[in-house]
């Protein structure tokens, strides 16, 4: 079970009780917490799961939540990036809100399990541009 370090942003370190954070601070997260996490709309409603995401090589800047929509067992699942923006966490929700409703979404830029958008230049700036968020770089 991973602890919690709220004295720092150092994974690894030891917190005033005497914890050690293993893949979580206050302010860090490891990637592996992330995949799964629970995405939500405003009205609490599920929408799907964060699937990964995507790091500018350069940048570091996380540019992208990749977020699994629709299916069963796999089949006829979508993927959706999602400007990193765009997600808030929600302590008491257990994962990410986003001001996005389903109908939105339903129309929004995505892809299939063995499709790969990202090899076209647009596609980021095409996501970016249907949610209304200033492209990243």
Do not use: C, Q
């Not at 995507?54 to 570091?60: E, L, P, Q």
């Not at 990036?81 to 409703?101: C, F, H, N, T």
């Not at 830029?109 to 090899?119: A, F, I, K, L, T």
């Amino acid at each position: 079970m991973a602890t919690y370090d709220k004295g720092g942003d150092v994974p690894g370190t030891t917190a005033a009780d005497g914890t050690v954070a293993m893949n979580e601070t206050d302010r860090l997260i490891a990637s592996d917490k992330v995949e799964g996490t629970a995405v939500y709309d405003r009205a609490g409603e599920s929408l799907g799961t964060v699937y990964n995401f995507m790091v500018d090589k350069y940048s570091g800047k996380v540019a992208y939540a990749v977020m699994s929509f629709g299916g069963f067992l796999g089949i006829g699942e979508r993927y959706h990036a999602l400007p990193w923006e765009k997600l808030d966490y929600d302590a008491s929700m257990g994962g990410y809100v986003v001001d996005i409703d389903r109908d939105k979404l339903e129309g929004a830029p995505h892809y299939g399990r063995d499709e790969s958008p990202w090899r076209d230049p647009n596609y980021g700036r095409n996501v970016y541009d249907y949610y209304g968020v200033p492209y990243y770089y």
